[in-house]
């Protein structure tokens, strides 16, 4: 799926659900059900992924805070960047080196927001099959 029709599924399932109340709850209950009735997408997890998780995070006074996964420090390869980075004393950011692929769409109720990044969500190209 190309970038575009990503960020396009992206953007209406995000709309979708800060319209629709009850798609926003068949998509926290069920993520990939919600995603292939609202969009006729199938989503295509990770590998070694098994399941999606939604969190709705649409409330303005909460501040949420996501827990990464633990990365298991003995498989990681440093680049050769990183290597010299560590050779002259210096440190490497570990948090960075695992971020999750994201696509910002920048939708809202009332069209798009210039200026704003709106919502992340870890999605990366491969994420839906037609």
Do not use: H
């Not at 709850?25 to 992924?49: D, F, H, Y």
């Not at 006074?61 to 996501?66: E, I, L």
């Not at 990464?68 to 050779?87: G, N, R, Y």
């Not at 440190?91 to 960075?96: G, K, L, S």
Request: aromatic share 8%; net charge negative; glycine share 6%.
């Amino acid at each position: 799926m190309s970038v575009n029709s990503q960020k396009s599924v992206t953007e209406k399932v995000v709309t979708e659900a800060w319209n629709n109340p009850a798609f926003k709850a068949a998509l926290i209950e069920n993520p990939e059900e919600a995603i292939r009735s609202l969009t006729g997408q199938q989503v295509k997890l990770p590998e070694g992924k098994d399941r999606m998780v939604v969190v709705d995070q649409t409330d303005p006074r909460a501040f949420y805070f996501n827990l990464p996964v633990q990365v298991d420090m003995d498989d990681v390869e440093l680049t050769e960047e990183q290597l010299e980075v560590v050779a002259g004393g210096g440190r490497v950011n570990f948090i960075d080196m695992f971020k999750v692929p994201v696509i910002r769409c920048f939708p809202s109720p009332s069209g798009s927001v210039p200026g704003s990044p709106g919502p992340t969500l870890p999605f990366d190209s491969n994420s839906f099959n037609a």
